[in-house]
T-cell receptor, first 115, second 115 residues
C-alpha cells in the first residue's frame, strides 16, 4: 500500500513569491491534515479536512495561507506571499477515520526555504 | 488546553544500551489518547504506539515498551537494546476525545545511538 505522497520535497523561493505544496493521502483515507514543523519543534496543525470540507482551520493564517481539497482526495496548500518566517517543513498526514484515537500516517514533508 | 512536555532534547546512548524517553501531558478531558511517533532523518513521522486513557496496562512490543501513569500524567517510552537504526527524533503526542482530532506534539527527543 502506498503511503502519503508529497511534492515537492524541497522548495527554495524568495520572499514575497507564492508557493504551493501538494499532497496525495493514502487511498481510502477521508481525513487529511496539514502540519507545520519548525526546526526543533513538534508538528503543529494548520488545517484538517473531512473529505472536501475543512473542519478545523482555526490555526491557518488565512491572510496568506490557503488550502483546498476539491474532490476529497488530493490537497494543495498555498502561501502567497511567502515570508522569511515561513521557512519550515510542511507535513501532510491522513487517517482512515474521524476519531481522536485514529493513528495518522505522515508523508515525508516539503522543506521550504524562503530567502 | 492539551499540552505535551518532553524535557530532554538530545540523548546519546551506546548501542545495546536501553534508552527511556519521558513525556508529561496536560489535559482536562477524561478521555484521551497518547501516541509515540518516530521521525528518522528522512523526515516521515512513523507511528509507534498508542494508548487510551482508560487503559493503564503497560506493555512490551518487541524492543519497545511504555509506562503509562495517569496519577503523574506521564507516558514514558523505552527502547531496549538500542540499535543504530533507532537514531531519530521521537515525539510524544496527545489527542483529546473532544479535541477535534487535534494531535498536540511535544518538542521531541533526539536520540543518537553510537555504534
Amino acid at each position: 500500500e502506498a503511503g502519503v505522497v508529497q511534492s515537492p520535497r524541497y522548495k527554495i523561493i524568495e520572499k514575497k513569491q507564492p508557493v504551493a505544496f501538494w499532497c496525495n493521502p493514502i487511498s481510502g483515507h477521508n481525513t487529511l491534515y496539514w502540519y507545520l514543523q519548525n526546526l526543533g519543534q513538534g508538528p503543529e496543525l494548520l488545517i484538517r479536512y473531512e473529505n472536501e470540507e475543512a473542519v478545523d482551520d482555526s490555526q491557518l493564517p488565512k491572510d496568506r495561507f490557503s488550502a483546498e481539497r476539491l474532490k476529497g482526495v488530493d490537497s494543495t496548500l498555498k502561501i502567497q506571499p511567502a515570508e522569511l518566517g515561513d521557512s519550515a517543513v510542511y507535513l501532510c498526514a491522513s487517517s482512515s477515520g474521524q476519531g481522536s484515537y485514529n493513528e495518522q500516517f505522515f508523508g515525508p514533508g516539503t522543506r521550504l526555504t524562503v530567502l | 488546553a492539551q499540552k505535551v512536555t518532553q524535557a530532554q532534547t538530545e540523548i546519546s546512548v551506546v548501542e545495546k544500551e536501553d534508552v527511556t524517553l519521558d513525556c508529561v501531558y496536560e489535559t482536562r478531558d477524561t478521555t484521551y489518547y497518547l501516541f509515540w511517533y518516530k521521525q528518522p532523518p528522512s523526515g516521515e513521522l512513523v507511528f509507534l504506539i498508542r494508548r487510551n486513557s482508560f487503559d493503564e496496562q503497560n506493555e512490551i512490543s518487541g524492543r519497545y515498551s511504555w509506562n503509562f501513569q495517569k496519577s503523574t500524567s506521564s507516558f514514558n517510552f523505552t527502547i531496549t537494546a538500542s540499535q543504530v537504526v533507532d537514531s531519530a527524533v521521537y515525539f510524544c503526542a496527545l489527542s483529546e476525545a473532544r479535541g477535534n482530532n487535534r494531535l498536540a506534539f511535544g518538542k521531541g527527543n533526539q536520540v543518537v545511538v553510537i555504534p
